[in-house]
């Protein structure tokens, strides 16, 4: 019989980076973050033996706990968090069973540092089109689903990276930018070790609008159309950021599961 009380990779998979997402906490004991410094998507690591002092942070939300096999550690926790009326599950074989099923995951030591209050903080150019929306949305969704970013001046993007503790990305002379034919949401994917069919499939059309090179793909030119449609909708970058979140939303579903679905009216026989 199928437990409550725990959730499948499988059923784990089909949920990383959607907008409905569990929260993701990694309980696994140092050693063994050590032996495998990778984390699922988006995920958190805790201490399993303060879990009575972080608990509540999660309140409200749904929770998928991770240890090494899915066993004592996870199950623990998991059934402390909903002894605080949090809906848990552990993770069924844990991270070893995600690891063998080749799950997607973050490279760890990638990781920006962060703030006290746990988040990533980073910074780029205000009035952003497409990569800098493409890699905060990719960052929220894989990475840290509570990052923050700050729209600058780009003169002021590396004195405010300085003054604030910021990682700064897609400007010219920094880690986190273009390389070559290839932009800066391809290089995250790359240097976080997210690369996968879905992701891959959407960095071609991100590419492809950012650099003028529409022709790589079909959606390119309506995804660009979108993209520089919300630059005018918006003065405001980070409520840009927010519409724009959506669109990559909908167009990495397309890319995982409808590439193959095509649309026609009428839908059968013939108009009357």
Same mark, same amino acid.
């Given at each position: 019989?199928?437990?409550?009380?725990?959730?499948?990779?499988?059923?784990?998979?089909?949920?990383?980076?959607?907008?409905?997402?569990?929260?993701?906490? /990694?309980?696994?004991?140092?050693d %063994?973050? @050590?032996? %495998?410094p990778?984390?699922?998507?988006?995920?958190?690591?805790? !201490?399993?033996?303060?879990?009575?002092?972080?608990?509540?942070?999660? =309140?409200?939300?749904?929770?998928s706990?991770? &240890?090494?096999?899915?066993?004592?550690?996870?199950?623990?926790?998991? =059934?402390?968090?909903?002894?605080?009326?949090?809906?848990?599950?552990?993770?069924?074989?844990?991270?070893?069973?995600?690891?063998? =099923? /080749?799950?997607?995951?973050?490279?760890?030591? !990638?990781?920006?540092?962060?703030?006290?209050?746990?988040?990533?903080?980073?910074?780029?150019?205000?009035?952003?089109?497409? %990569?800098?929306?493409? &890699?905060?949305?990719?960052?929220?969704?894989?990475?840290?689903?509570?990052?923050?970013?700050?729209?600058?001046?780009?003169?002021e993007?590396?004195?405010?990276?300085?003054?604030?503790?910021?990682?700064?990305?897609?400007?010219?002379?920094?880690?986190?930018?273009?390389?070559?034919?290839? &932009?800066?949401?391809?290089?995250?994917?790359?240097?976080?070790?997210?690369?996968?069919?879905?992701? !891959?499939?959407?960095?071609?059309?991100?590419?492809?609008? /950012?650099?003028?090179?529409? @022709?790589?793909?079909?959606?390119?030119a309506?995804?660009?159309?979108?993209?520089?449609?919300?630059?005018r909708?918006?003065? %405001?970058?980070?409520?840009?950021?927010?519409?724009?979140?959506?669109?990559?939303?909908?167009?990495?579903?397309w &890319?995982? @599961?409808?590439?193959e679905?095509?649309?026609?009216?009428?839908?059968?026989?013939?108009?009357?």
């Amino acid at each position: 019989m199928p437990s409550t009380t725990a959730i499948t990779v499988s059923q784990l998979s089909r949920l990383v980076g959607l907008p409905g997402a569990p929260v993701i906490i /990694d309980v696994r004991i140092d050693d %063994d973050f @050590d032996a %495998d410094p990778r984390l699922l998507p988006a995920s958190c690591r805790r !201490n399993f033996k303060a879990v009575s002092t972080w608990a509540a942070e999660f =309140a409200g939300r749904q929770v998928s706990v991770v &240890c090494q096999k899915g066993q004592k550690l996870s199950q623990g926790v998991a =059934a402390w968090l909903r002894h605080e009326g949090i809906s848990a599950e552990s993770l069924e074989g844990g991270f070893e069973a995600w690891r063998d =099923a /080749d799950g997607l995951m973050v490279r760890a030591e !990638n990781l920006p540092p962060r703030d006290e209050r746990g988040r990533t903080i980073w910074v780029t150019r205000s009035r952003p089109k497409v %990569d800098r929306i493409a &890699c905060p949305w990719l960052i929220r969704r894989f990475v840290d689903p509570h990052a923050v970013f700050l729209f600058v001046e780009p003169a002021e993007v590396l004195a405010v990276a300085d003054r604030f503790q910021a990682v700064p990305f897609d400007i010219d002379n920094v880690f986190w930018s273009h390389r070559g034919e290839r &932009c800066t949401f391809d290089t995250m994917i790359e240097e976080f070790g997210l690369e996968s069919a879905t992701l !891959n499939r959407l960095a071609v059309i991100v590419r492809a609008a /950012d650099t003028a090179s529409l @022709d790589l793909v079909p959606q390119a030119a309506g995804f660009l159309a979108a993209s520089l449609g919300l630059s005018r909708m918006f003065r %405001d970058d980070l409520e840009q950021l927010e519409a724009g979140i959506l669109l990559y939303d909908a167009f990495f579903r397309w &890319c995982r @599961d409808a590439t193959e679905e095509t649309h026609n009216w009428p839908s059968t026989g013939k108009p009357s």
